[in-house]
């Protein structure tokens, strides 16, 4: 069944796992540059570069799988969010939450924060 996201209008068959929206995924990884261009430097995490910050946003929004050692210590690794590995809807919901915490930390959404940098409304 086709259908389309209310949010950014890509249509995609919602059973198929490779269908996601390419701009959405663009607008994700420059909204993160944002974020690290504007992180606070008082905020207790300091990200080495945007990559690290995503890593935190994205276990700071639960998209995360437990992994236990053979010590039985458990470890919370960031989940894929590879086109095959993370369908459109859970990665339209990823995005929205990311972009909240975002907002929480530095006084702006995530999209907002992308926006204003870009001229982009």
């Known amino acids: ?27 994700y990884f420059g909204m993160i540059k ?21 890593i935190f946003l ?7 799988e437990a992994i236990q050692a053979p010590t039985g210590q458990i470890y919370l690794i960031p989940r894929s969010i590879e086109y095959q590995k993370m369908p459109h809807n859970q990665f339209h919901q990823l995005h929205e939450r ?7 930390v530095i006084g702006v959404s995530g999209d907002e924060l992308l926006a204003k940098q870009t001229g982009v409304a």
């Open 34 to 54: 944002a974020a690290f261009d504007n992180w606070p430097i008082k905020h207790q995490f300091q990200p080495l570069d945007s990559a690290a910050l995503r």
């Open 1 to 27: 069944m086709t259908v389309t996201c209310p949010a950014c209008s890509f249509r995609f068959n919602e059973t198929a796992k490779a269908d996601r929206s390419t701009p959405e995924h663009r607008r």
């Open 58 to 64: 994205q276990c700071r929004a639960g998209a995360v």
């Open 98 to 104: 990311v972009s909240r915490i975002i907002g929480e």
